[in-house]
């Protein structure tokens, strides 16, 4: 078993899940979308935004990361289904306690949820396209179009870097005000 404080839940047995819940454990799930994408991106960004942030997360904390859910695969009606679905889902494996990570250019994706779910979006300090064009660049510079990028736009893997360690901050100060015992 991995000796981090946190896990991805994919990677847990339905015992280890049940002990993990047994023991309060704070679930996370990111609701990615791409938005309008920029032509310079391909479409995996926000994806793969969400599982390096997530990955950051758990290094710190006592979280289970749940799998990523893409918002751009379902109408608003029906990705409100998934996620109440999810929810049940999580609750019936023993969840108590869920956050909703919203990863998406614009705000609003996530829907309406009941109010013991915090929802935490992502990605609000820096321009959207320089934030997802500059983190990518530090994850997987190859994925950028550079040729495709727009005039005077300078990303670098560096700014990217830094934006992920501070969302990655900021998420895990919002995870422990909600829930203080995460210290």
């Known amino acids: 078993m991995n000796t981090l ?4 839940l994919d990677d847990l047995t339905r ?3 049940a ?13 990615v979308s791409a938005g309008t994408p920029a032509p310079h991106l391909p479409l995996k960004t926000a994806a793969l935004i969400a599982r390096a942030l997530g990955q950051k997360l758990l ?8 799998p990523v859910v893409e918002a751009d695969s379902f109408s608003r009606d029906t990705l409100g289904q998934v996620l109440v679905d999810r929810l049940d889902m999580l609750k019936a494996l023993g969840a108590r306690r869920v956050a909703m990570l919203e990863i998406s250019p614009s705000p609003g994706v996530v829907p309406t949820l009941p109010a013991e779910v915090l929802v935490l979006r992502v990605g609000d300090r820096l321009a959207a396209d320089e934030y997802a064009t500059s983190c ?15 005039a005077g736009s300078r990303p670098q893997a560096f700014t990217g870097e830094r934006a992920m360690a501070s969302e990655v901050d900021a998420l895990a100060n919002a995870l422990r005000a909600k829930w203080p015992d995460l210290a």
């Open 59 to 66: 290094e710190w904390l006592p979280v289970v990361m749940a």
């Open 15 to 17: 015992q280890e899940v």
């Open 5 to 8: 404080p946190g896990v991805w």
């Open 136 to 150: 990518l660049m530090a994850l997987d510079p190859r994925s950028v179009r550079m040729a495709l990028l727009p």
């Open 19 to 31: 002990s993990r819940f047994d023991g309060n454990a704070v679930v996370l799930v990111p609701v």
